[in-house]
């Protein structure tokens, strides 16, 4: 794959932008005009800047408003478009984009346009440059690529070739099927983008909400299959227009790009009669959750320890060496660590008791980890005693790890590395708890894409639609990422407002991570009564609520009554049905939601106001 991508599509200054695109992987960059001109040297300085950092410039663009227009706006193309030559030229690129005309002063006919393309294409050639056309979803007259290929191939010069968008493409559902029909010699350059599907005019949807490739909700993939079967072997480039992107970091925002192009081409590779060879192991098929650890200093292990036996885990076993101890309910494990050393104490330090690590099960924790090194993802080796086990892992959302577990062997390697049991003391009641429902983590809404990427190509998940949930200070974007038989569940979450519950996480807790972990049982009502009886502090839910509740879905008033008595929500999709109820939050930072699914596939989003104002009034409660 020859990947490259636009100036445009990340923040910061020229020089800053270059570094960026070079240290991500990428071998050519597309030079943004505004980028040129708002830098300070020349265009050569440019040019030998991008050599420098070992990178070709594969395309300048754009130029504009150019086929079919009268005088004297024709002559005037054609002399700006000399000039743009001379500026190539000390680029050293061939190859400038023209997109469709948007002027309302174009004409639409069809001869002229051929014509002047015609005669661009003489100009071209004398110059030794190319032009690319690329049909914009919003062109006044060319709006469909099968159009703008029709132009190329009818004008049938050499150096007039044609540019293929996949918003352009996509934005418009025109059938990737028709790429068939193009010929590759005549494909000069193919962009890439992927955008979320909105009902809003293209041009606004293009120029702001355009993302990478895995990040949105268009048929990539199909698209970029049906360019590889047609033999193009050119470069792969991105122009992303996002508003996000331009307020992130350049070098995050360039190594998500260079991600997102090698998810796209190994999802292509991985259909059947693949017209390329996948160049990574699969997608990491997860078949649960392990065990979750905290990170916790003693007094918080003590705190957290009180919290779990509430919610009817018992601990178990202590570590090999390490103050370390596991907690156990059903198929849950929950490590407690809190010793003085080690990334969960520097955890700790920064965080206080906090989610510091996921364990996953997994068929094959080797390509795993070669498939996380392949994308760039950060490999993590922590220094292990004697005996001890070395898991492989990577990094995770906010500066967390995310271990790699042989799917099969978990009771082997409790037994080698927790081969302490602990002393059976007063238990209080289970809740019969029975698997991690799904983990909810919350970052920073300039994360948040990069985030949904790093799952969706890391990991063998789905994505699940994305919801904007009111908080009673602000909106917040969540999402979630599914495995196919949802025993990994990921919810994300982020917020521009800066009064939210999850953007005051993010400010308390000093950066992203688990802010909630939520617990599947097969009686929500006994595990609400257990957790009463076991003095849990829960979360309490306004009579007013169910007294909608009533109303809206017609259930009995004695189970409605019941539902009051112990703060448990509910939701109802057809026949399915959705029981919850949640803890309060341990130290401010994390807090238990206990679920009972009957059917249900959701997360109980209508009830995420509820939730969130009561967590709002329980803490306007404690600073009174």
């Not at 099968?146 to 009818?154: G, K, L, T």
């Not at 796209?264 to 009669?273: G, L, N």
């Not at 009771?411 to 602990?422: G, N, S, T, Y």
């Amino acid at each position: 794959m020859k990947s490259s991508i636009a100036t445009v599509s990340i923040s910061g200054t020229l020089d800053g932008k270059l570094r960026a695109v070079a240290d991500a992987g990428f071998q050519g960059v597309e030079i943004f005009e505004n980028d040129l001109l708002s830098y300070p040297g020349s265009p050569r300085d440019v040019g030998k800047a991008i050599r420098d950092l070992g990178l070709t410039c594969t395309l300048f663009q754009p130029f504009r408003d150019f086929e079919g227009m009268p005088e004297p706006q024709r002559a005037r193309g054609f002399e700006r478009m000399k000039r743009k030559f001379g500026v190539m030229a000390e680029l050293q690129t061939d190859l400038v984009l023209v997109c469709s005309n948007c002027s309302p002063l174009a004409l639409g006919d069809r001869a002229r346009i051929i014509d002047d393309f015609a005669e661009l294409g003489d100009l071209a050639a004398a110059a030794g440059m190319r032009i690319g056309y690329e049909a914009l979803a919003w062109g006044r007259h060319v709006f469909d690529h099968r159009d703008a290929w029709s132009i190329v191939r009818d004008v049938d010069h050499p150096n007039i070739g044609l540019i293929l968008d996949s918003f352009h493409s996509l934005a418009r559902e025109v059938p990737s099927s028709s790429i068939g029909d193009i010929r590759a010699d005549k494909l000069f350059l193919v962009q890439v983008a992927d955008a979320p599907r909105l009902q809003m005019d293209f041009l606004s949807w293009s120029r702001h909400f355009r993302n990478m490739p895995g990040q949105g909700d268009l048929p990539v993939a199909d698209w970029a299959e049906a360019i590889h079967r047609i033999g193009y072997h050119g470069y792969w480039s991105l122009e992303i227009f996002n508003d996000r992107f331009r307020a992130g970091s350049a070098s995050g925002v360039a190594r998500d790009g260079f991600r997102s192009l090698q998810l796209m081409h190994d999802s292509v590779a991985r259909r059947a009669r693949a017209p390329i060879v996948p160049a990574m192991p699969p997608r990491v098929d997860v078949r649960g959750v392990a065990f979750i650890e905290f990170a916790a200093s003693d007094d918080e292990a003590d705190a957290l320890g009180a919290m779990l036996a509430a919610l009817g885990f018992r601990p178990t076993a202590h570590h090999r060496r390490k103050d370390v101890v596991r907690w156990q309910q059903g198929d849950i494990n929950i490590v407690v660590n809190a010793d003085p050393e080690g990334l969960a104490h520097s955890f700790d330090v920064v965080h206080g008791a906090s989610v510091c690590a996921i364990g996953l099960r997994v068929s094959d924790p080797a390509a795993a980890l070669e498939r996380a090194d392949a994308l760039g993802l950060q490999k993590f080796a922590s220094a292990v005693g004697p005996d001890e086990i070395q898991m492989p892992s990577v990094r995770g959302v906010g500066g967390s790890l995310v271990y790699f577990v042989k799917d099969g062997a978990e009771e082997e390697l409790w037994a080698h590395e927790f081969p302490h049991p602990v002393a059976p003391g007063g238990a209080l009641i289970p809740l019969g708890l029975e698997q991690v429902d799904h983990i909810a983590q919350t970052m920073q809404y300039e994360e948040f894409l990069s985030w949904l990427l790093y799952y969706v190509a890391l990991f063998d998940v789905s994505k699940t639609p994305q919801l904007e949930i009111a908080d009673t200070l602000g909106l917040v974007q969540s999402q979630a990422v599914e495995s196919r038989d949802k025993t990994f569940r990921v919810t994300l979450n982020g917020s521009l407002a800066a009064q939210t519950l999850s953007s005051r996480f993010i400010h308390n807790y000093m950066g992203a991570g688990v802010q909630h972990l939520a617990f599947s049982t097969p009686d929500v009502f006994a595990a609400a009564e257990a957790a009463q009886a076991n003095g849990l502090g829960l979360l309490e839910i306004p009579r007013n609520y169910y007294d909608d509740l009533e109303a809206r879905f017609g259930l009995d008033p004695a189970l409605i009554d019941r539902m009051a008595a112990l703060n448990i929500l509910y939701d109802r999709d057809g026949e399915a049905e959705y029981f919850q109820f949640y803890s309060r939050a341990f130290a401010k930072r994390v807090f238990f939601e206990i679920v009972e699914r009957r059917g249900y596939a959701a997360y109980g989003a209508a009830n995420a106001v509820i939730r969130l104002a009561a967590q709002a009034r329980f803490k306007a409660d404690v600073a009174d």
